[in-house]
């Protein structure tokens, strides 16, 4: 059965830092991209970082760069989201994304976490 578990998320200050933790199980974690995604109620859901399956190459939304920073540990079927110099605007449920496929299938699977909700408030 696959599982994405996200943690890490709460109430924190302006300027503040959050790491987020997604845990996988159930598919070859090692062969699937990683992502972070966030949604407020009402609006699209928004790509914020996204990091290759061998945790090479990795990529932010504008709004984020340079304050956030995405990594994986594969052994540990892990992703992170290293938050930094949160700002209020940063304030969403923050969902963990897995896209790949394992080695027998001709398609990709895309799969979800349940979310962990941001706030930065003063």
């Known amino acids: 059965q696959v599982q994405l578990v996200e943690s890490g998320g709460g109430l924190v200050q302006p300027g503040g830092s959050l790491r987020l933790s997604c845990v996988a199980s159930g598919f070859t974690f090692s062969s699937y991209a990683m992502s972070w995604y966030r949604q407020a109620p009402g609006k699209e859901r928004e790509l914020v970082a996204a990091?290759?399956?061998?945790?090479?190459?990795?990529n932010y939304a504008d709004s984020v760069k340079g304050r956030f920073v995405i990594f994986r540990d594969n052994g540990k079927k892990l992703v992170y989201l290293q938050m930094n110099n949160l700002k209020p605007e940063d304030t969403d449920v923050y969902y963990c994304?897995?896209?790949?496929?394992?080695?027998?299938?001709?398609?990709?699977?895309?799969?979800w976490g349940q979310g962990t909700q941001v706030t930065v408030s003063s």
């Open positions: 994304n897995a896209v790949g496929r394992e080695v027998w299938e001709p398609y990709e699977s895309s799969y």
């Open positions: 990091i290759t399956n061998a945790g090479g190459r990795a």
